[in-house]
Structure formats: structure tokens, C-alpha cells
């Protein structure tokens, strides 16, 4: 019956539904203790206490409508990995069919009588016709609206009409208006941002389109299509239901954590409701998708990035009260309500894992017993960006008393509350302050960003730490500094990056936090199929609203300068960092090698040294330990990341040997984890922290994170957090002495010809120079993986033994060598 997962305490998905849906009645209540006993803990330190039932979907579910009749369900899985439009019989509570489908995204709605389904083509730019027929879908009709992907078109929401298909489109930020039966293009309309949604009124005479970039929700005549207005509404506004009587219009707002209710008449804002768990929140809710109640007194609200619904009475739009929050599972990006029963898609399941057999594969169609949607199905290879499976939650809508434990259980999930804001973990006297704006003997922060590794890959030989040696593919031959840095300073081994690839990484380094443009769209072009790498900074709809770490220091008058980071080319990607960057430091080229980026660095800093102008904030990027596979003619892997390595150890050698190293630290992390193995999480990655009150010969067990690092750097300078992420994560205080240690660091030549060349012809050569690596992540990481485990270990490599394991905090916050 594909019934991925059954609550204690609640009645099985086919009752739930049977008794719900058909006879109304309320399925049983769930106590604190439950939830409280079943909490899954993410590496980010956030928790989920999904509740009610749920079932296995695909890879990122991003959309559900309901068939008229309410019989069924679609759902379209929009990831990474394989693509699917799902059937849900309701009833039932099974997926009656998947669709296989090459390139899909978001768009979805079934006609008028329930006899077709419309799904959104992704980069193919095209509408996908369905059959509906005894629970099964038949393809039957193709609508094109221009040429495949690279035209840039992708189509996003849909809706139909006596005929007409009404298309909101990303890429060419347009409004197509179609006939179904000859499948002319009757209209294109220009949007002011990429489209996102559009909805009918009940009477069919307006369409509603919400335009993610541009900030607004648009309302059409179907008659003339004459825009009749533009509604100014929150930042990326996305997802929006209407009450039946077409009087309403709700929509979410991403940004900003909010919800706009509009009165459709007057063409107004009535009120703006805030869905975030605290008032005043920064950046971190993601609300991203809406849905009303049956009896519209009830609105629901899918906070992605806080794993919750926030629930609302709206029974007097205007006037509009809190109700308290439902928990979900991993990153909710739709919601919907049918009868009594509240429909969730949790976009990455319930649980983060372990991913020992990435980069080294298991045979194709192995065959194991498994439950539907679990994250650690057998794949070829362990890729993170294809690892977490989508599920579809189902939750009785709950009484006063339910939803107060509900609550309960949300805030409990959540690490982030408002008091640590300004006051955070931590220690009196300690050079990492407590308190935001409280001074620091530390007055210079060096940033250093890398590309990819998982920590097992690279120090996964360190007997100091929790490693598996069998999955190091670039020890202590390949990184001699690496392993000596945290050695000599601090050994961390329970670190772990908040994002799944660059795509997002970047943003999650930078800012921590990615907004719902960046997570929902990465996966198209990493999964190979078209699309742009418009992530890192280069494409406004995907900043976040409060900016970047640059913004933040010019805001908080904290000096800064950036190598190479959102800075491309010779030109800045965001305003903040324009006259803040090193104009002749290279960016990401592979043919370039971080050793001489080194150099770049050393004349821009010592001209700042020699005149006193050190920026206190400095972000370098180190990115050469992506390396080019197996490509003929290129440097080895092993080259390429010792290169990498030497770079570090030079660096961190000639600041020791500047006037300010006692009053600088050296942070060092991975953008993701995402080309390699670990026995532990797909998230863990290496991180490495220097400086003159930095420890020495220590290991530090605690768990941290990406926005960990973030939250340090912004304590030691003086800056409030930058999201709901970084102010609720742990800094990374344990590290740091009260009193300095001068002793300065003497990096570690090469053990590895960085001269070497790939030589030998084979499959993995050839592989490799089918790829382009031109810039980051334009390579399929998972086939990557492939090449870099065979090319480097043999085509014969024994694979490890595999681990099976929810994440689960290995070790107490306190627990240190």
C-alpha cells in the first residue's frame, strides 16, 4: 500500500482517510510524550516530530491539486534525481500511479471535468497532457510553447478555462494564453518577475498571477486580457488559494515570512499576517504555500525552512488571530485541505542520512527490502542532492487541545528564539562574545571557502576523530597541511554544511539562509536538465531580503573585502560588494590554481598591511579541490586538491608571520558536501579554525554547522544574525582560549607532484572530458562521484559495508578531548 510511516497514537492512512473524508469523524489525539519520544534530529539542529500519517512520494514534491470529484490527488516531484507526476487515491490512501516524466516543475491542474491532467514541462517548455482513468495516467498531449531548453521559457503555474490554458512562466517572465485544441498562442503577456502561480476566480472573469521577482500579484480580464491591477504584496510572493466566494485572495510570501490577505474587490491589502514563530523574526520561515480550511475560517500556512504549518483564524479577514503551529516533516512546499484532513508534501521526507556508498556505487537494480520513500534506497550512487525522498503527510485537522500540543512540539523543534538573538551561547571572558556588540580581542576574521568534500574523503584517517578510513579518498599524503592545521589547532569531526550542493551552498555560506528561488530551482539543472546558474548572487530574485554577510558589514560599519566570491570576472554580483573586492584575484577557473591565487592574495594583503587597511571582515575562496576528474590532459584529482592544500597552509603560514596574527582567526569550511562518502551524514564536511586565540591540540566534538561559523565570525565583529539559522545556531566558542597563542605555522610541502598530469585513456578519462567544467557544479556530481571513486580506487574497489542511521547528534554538546 506504498504507507511510508504510521504514528503511535494515530489510526492507519486508509482509516484516517476512510473515517475523514468519507464519514468525518476525528482520528485520536497525539500526546507531548509521543511526539517528544519520536523527534528526528537534522544536522543543521533543527528537529522534526512529524505527525499524523504519511506516505512515500518522489524526489521533491513541489505541487498538489485536487480532481474534482475528490477522488484524487496529483502531485508533481520536481528533484535532482528522477522526475514523477504521482496519482493519490484518496480513499485509498496509496499512490495509484507514477508517471516517469523527463523534465517537470510546479505546474499543475486538472480540467474542468476531471478527465485530464495538465502538468508543467520544466526546461522542455511545454504543457504535458494526462488521461485520468481508473486510478492511472496515460500521456495524451503535448502543448508546446517554444523550443526546448537553452530557449529560456520554463513554465511554472497553470490554469484552465473552456479551452484555454493559461501558462505564468520563470524564465521568460511571461504570461502565455493558449488554445487547447489548436495549441496557438493567443496572448503573451509580459510579468515584471518570474511567474510563479495563477488562479481563476469562481466566475472564470479573472486570473491571478503571483510573480516571484516582482513582488506583486497581477489581476487579468480573460476577456481582453487587460491587466486590472498590481497589488504591491511581501517579498517573493509564491503560493495563493481564494475563498470560494472569490472575495479573498491569500498569498504567501517567502521572503519575508508572511502572508498577504487581499480584498479582491477593492483591489487591497487588508492585513499581513506573519507566520514566522516569533514576531519580528529575521529571514528563515520560507512561507511558501497556503490553504483554507473547508468551512474558510482556517488558514493554513507551509513554512518550509521551519518544518511547521503556521495556522491562523480568518474568519474575519482584517482582524485575523494566531491559532499556533502543526509539525511537519522536512521542508513543507504545499499544503492543502480536503474535508477534515490538512495534505502536506514535505519536500525532503522526514530524515537526513548517511551516504557511504557516495561516491563509491552499488551495482545498478540491486534489490533489497524497503520501505516506500525511504531516504536510503539503493541508488547508484549516494548523491546528496538525489538522497531524501519526498513524503505526503496527512493530518486530521486538530481541536484547541491537539493543536496546544502541537505547539508545544514545534518550539521544541525549533532552536531558534528571539533571546538568542543578542544573547548567545557561551562563555563569560571567552573571545567569542556572548552578547552582540560586546567587544573582542580578535579584530581581523579571514573567511576561506572551499568546493565539495565530505570529511570522511579527507580526514577520514585521523584516529582523533569519528572517521572511516575506507571511504578517504584525499588523506594525509594528498592534504599534509589539513591534517597538520587540526592537529596543531582544532580537530573538528561533528561539522556539517547546511546545504545539499554550490547552488545553494554559496548562499548558505554567505548568508545562512537559501531562499525557496534557490532550493526549488537548483535541482533542475543539476539533474541535467537546462537551466542557468543564476545562484550566486547573479540572479536578484534569489538574494535573500536581508541580504548577504557583505550587506551586514556595511550595514554594522564592519570593514570588508572579498578574493574571488561573488565577485566574477573582475565585476561584483551584488551592490555591497562593489569597491570591496580584490580586482585581480581569480574567481572559480579550474586552470587557474589556488597556489597562485595565494599569490594574488599576499600582494593584496600586504599593500593593506603596509597601510594600516585591513578589513576586519576578509572572504577568500579557495575552490581548486573540485578538481576536473579524470580529464586528459588536466592536473590529477590529487593534484588539484593538494594544490588546494598547499594554498591553505601558505596562507595560514603568512598571516602567522604578519603584525595582526594575534588579533586574527582562520575560518575554513566547504560550500557542501556533496562530491563524496561519509559513514556519519551526506552533510558532514571538513572545517578548519586557526588563529592566534584558537586552541591548540584540540579536538571538539560538538555538533555545528554552516551557520555556526557564521554566527562565530558575526559575534567576534560585532553583527546580529542574518537569519533564524545562524542566530539558533551553536558558535563555536569551545574552540577558542581567553589567553593567545602566538606560535606561528610552518605550511607543509606537497607530497604530490602538483605537476601531475592525467595520462591514462579510459572510460573515466573519457567521462571526465565530457564535462564542462567551466564553472562550479556544471557537471553531473553524481556521475562525478562515479569517476573520481573507480578513477582513483580502481574499477575493482571493495565497497564498504553500508550504514543504515537517521541522523541523530553523535555527541553531547560539551563531549571534547
Given at each position: 500500500?506504498?504507507?511510508?510511516?504510521?504514528?503511535?497514537?494515530?489510526?492507519?492512512?486508509?482509516?484516517?482517510?476512510?473515517?475523514?473524508?468519507?464519514?468525518g469523524t476525528a482520528a485520536t489525539a497525539q500526546t507531548l510524550d509521543q511526539l517528544n519520544s519520536e523527534r528526528i534530529h537534522l544536522p543543521n539542529g533543527w528537529a522534526l516530530t512529524p505527525v499524523g500519517t504519511s506516505?512515500?512520494?518522489?524526489?521533491?514534491?513541489?505541487?498538489?491539486?485536487?480532481?474534482?470529484?475528490?477522488?484524487?490527488?496529483?502531485?508533481?516531484?520536481?528533484?535532482?534525481?528522477?522526475?514523477s507526476i504521482e496519482l493519490v487515491d484518496l480513499a485509498k490512501g496509496v499512490v495509484s500511479d507514477s508517471m516517469p516524466i523527463r523534465r517537470s516543475w510546479l505546474g499543475l491542474t486538472f480540467s474542468e471535468d476531471g478527465h485530464y491532467l495538465y502538468a508543467a514541462g520544466g526546461t522542455n517548455n511545454c504543457i504535458l497532457r494526462y488521461t485520468v482513468a481508473d486510478g492511472k495516467l496515460t500521456q495524451s498531449d503535448s502543448i508546446p510553447l517554444g523550443p526546448r531548453w537553452p530557449n529560456a521559457i520554463w513554465p511554472a503555474g497553470i490554469a484552465v478555462n473552456k479551452g484555454q490554458l493559461y501558462v505564468v512562466t520563470k524564465d521568460d517572465k511571461s504570461l502565455y494564453v493558449l488554445d487547447l485544441a489548436s495549441h496557438a498562442i493567443m496572448q503573451k503577456i509580459a510579468l515584471p518577475g518570474e511567474g510563479y502561480a495563477c488562479l481563476l476566480s469562481p466566475d472564470k472573469k479573472e486570473l491571478y498571477v503571483t510573480c516571484w521577482g516582482g513582488d506583486a500579484v497581477l489581476i487579468y480580464d480573460t476577456q481582453s486580457w487587460q491587466q486590472l491591477a498590481s497589488i504591491p504584496v511581501g517579498d517573493n510572493p509564491n503560493d495563493a488559494c481564494l475563498s470560494r466566494s472569490g472575495k479573498y485572495l491569500f498569498v504567501a510570501n517567502s521572503n519575508d515570512n508572511s502572508v498577504s490577505v487581499i480584498d479582491v474587490k477593492h483591489r487591497k491589502v487588508l492585513e499581513t499576517l506573519n507566520a514566522a514563530l516569533y514576531p519580528d523574526a529575521p529571514d528563515g520561515s520560507t512561507t511558501n504555500s497556503v490553504a483554507l480550511s473547508e468551512d474558510e475560517r482556517t488558514l493554513y500556512i507551509a513554512?518550509?525552512?521551519?518544518?511547521?504549518?503556521?495556522?491562523?483564524?480568518?474568519?474575519?479577514?482584517?482582524?485575523?488571530?494566531?491559532?499556533?503551529?502543526?509539525p511537519v516533516g522536512w521542508y513543507p512546499t504545499c499544503v492543502r485541505v480536503m474535508g477534515k484532513t490538512i495534505f502536506v508534501a514535505d519536500g525532503k521526507g522526514f530524515s537526513s542520512a548517511a551516504n557511504p556508498f557516495g561516491p563509491n556505487p552499488i551495482q545498478r537494480r540491486q534489490r533489497v527490502n524497503y520501505q516506500a520513500g525511504d531516504a536510503q534506497k539503493p541508488r547508484d550512487v549516494q548523491y546528496i542532492g538525489a538522497l531524501f525522498r519526498g513524503t505526503l503527510s496527512m493530518i486530521p485537522e486538530p481541536d484547541a487541545a491537539q493543536l496546544a500540543i502541537d505547539q508545544q512540539a514545534v518550539y521544541a523543534n525549533t532552536p531558534y528564539n528571539k533571546g538568542e538573538e543578542k544573547q548567545a551561547q557561551g562563555e563569560e571572558g571567552n573571545p567569542v562574545p556572548r552578547t552582540v556588540g560586546a567587544p573582542s580581542p580578535i579584530q581581523y576574521v579571514f573567511y576561506i571557502i572551499k568546493e565539495n568534500r565530505t570529511y570522511d574523503q579527507v580526514l577520514g584517517d585521523m584516529p582523533e576523530g569519528n572517521g572511516d578510513s575506507s571511504l578517504v579518498l584525499f588523506g594525509q599524503k594528498v592534504t599534509p597541511n589539513e591534517h597538520a592545521i587540526s592537529r596543531d589547532f582544532v580537530l573538528l569531526d561533528n561539522f556539517y554544511v547546511d546545504a545539499e550542493v554550490s547552488a545553494d551552498g554559496h548562499n548558505w555560506s554567505s548568508a545562512a539562509y537559501a531562499t525557496d528561488y534557490v532550493e526549488k530551482t537548483w535541482p533542475t539543472s543539476y539533474g541535467g536538465r537546462g537551466g542557468k546558474?543564476?545562484?550566486e548572487g547573479q540572479g536578484k530574485t534569489g538574494w535573500p531580503k536581508g541580504g548577504y554577510i557583505?550587506?551586514?558589514?556595511?550595514?554594522?560599519?564592519?570593514?570588508?573585502?572579498?578574493?574571488?566570491?561573488?565577485?566574477?570576472?573582475?565585476?561584483?554580483?551584488?551592490?555591497?560588494?562593489?569597491g570591496h573586492f580584490c580586482p585581480y584575484y581569480t574567481g572559480f577557473d579550474l586552470s587557474v590554481r589556488d597556489?597562485?591565487?595565494?599569490?594574488?592574495?599576499?600582494?593584496?594583503?600586504?599593500?593593506?598591511?603596509?597601510?594600516?587597511?585591513?578589513?576586519?571582515?576578509?572572504y577568500v575562496r579557495f575552490g581548486n579541490d573540485h578538481t576536473q576528474g579524470l580529464s586528459m590532459g588536466k592536473p590529477t584529482p590529487f593534484a588539484f586538491v593538494a594544490d588546494n592544500d598547499l594554498a591553505f597552509g601558505l596562507f595560514l603560514e603568512h598571516l602567522s608571520q604578519s603584525p595582526i596574527w594575534s588579533q586574527s582567526v582562520v575560518f575554513v569550511l566547504e560550500d557542501d558536501a556533496q562530491n563524496g562518502p561519509d559513514h556519519v551524514d551526506a552533510h558532514r564536511s571538513t572545517a578548519y579554525i586557526a588563529g592566534g586565540y584558537v586552541k591548540r591540540h584540540f579536538v571538539d566534538h560538538t555538533a555545528y554547522s554552516t551557520s555556526s561559523m557564521l554566527r562565530t565570525i558575526e559575534l567576534i565583529l560585532g553583527m546580529s544574525p542574518m537569519s533564524q539559522y545562524d542566530a539558533a545556531a551553536t558558535p563555536m566558542w569551545r574552540c577558542f582560549a581567553d589567553t593567545p597563542d602566538?606560535?606561528?605555522?610552518?605550511?607543509?610541502?606537497?607530497?604530490?607532484?602538483?605537476?601531475?598530469?592525467?595520462?591514462?585513456?579510459?572510460?573515466?578519462?573519457?567521462?571526465?572530458?565530457?564535462?564542462?567544467?567551466?564553472?562550479?557544479?556544471?557537471?553531473?556530481?553524481?556521475?562525478?562521484?562515479?569517476?573520481?571513486?573507480?578513477?582513483?580506487?580502481?574499477?575493482?574497489?571493495?565497497?564498504?559495508?553500508?550504514?543504515?542511521?537517521?541522523?541523530?547528534?553523535?555527541?553531547?554538546?560539551?563531549?571534547?578531548?
Open positions: 500500500m506504498n504507507i511510508l510511516r504510521m504514528t503511535s497514537g494515530r489510526v492507519s492512512a486508509v482509516a484516517l482517510l476512510m473515517s475523514v473524508l468519507l464519514a506516505i512515500g512520494l518522489g524526489d521533491l514534491p513541489l505541487n498538489m491539486v485536487v480532481a474534482p470529484g475528490r477522488k484524487y490527488m496529483a502531485v508533481t516531484n520536481n528533484g535532482q534525481s528522477d522526475q513554512n518550509a525552512d521551519n518544518n511547521c504549518l503556521a495556522v491562523y483564524d480568518v474568519s474575519h479577514p482584517g482582524s485575523s488571530t494566531s491559532k499556533g503551529f502543526i546558474y543564476d545562484f557583505w550587506d551586514h558589514c556595511k550595514a554594522a560599519g564592519v570593514t570588508y573585502r572579498t578574493y574571488g566570491e561573488f565577485a566574477d570576472d573582475g565585476k561584483p554580483n551584488i551592490p555591497a560588494v562593489e597556489t597562485v591565487r595565494y599569490g594574488q592574495w599576499v600582494r593584496d594583503f600586504d599593500s593593506l598591511v603596509a597601510n594600516h587597511a585591513v578589513p576586519h571582515f576578509n602566538t606560535t606561528g605555522y610552518m605550511a607543509l610541502p606537497a607530497q604530490v607532484d602538483l605537476n601531475d598530469k592525467n595520462t591514462v585513456a579510459s572510460i573515466w578519462s573519457k567521462r571526465s572530458g565530457q564535462m564542462d567544467f567551466t564553472r562550479e557544479d556544471r557537471v553531473p556530481d553524481r556521475e562525478f562521484n562515479e569517476i573520481l571513486w573507480k578513477g582513483l580506487k580502481g574499477d575493482q574497489a571493495p565497497l564498504p559495508a553500508p550504514h543504515r542511521s537517521a541522523f541523530v547528534r553523535p555527541a553531547a554538546q560539551g563531549d571534547n578531548d
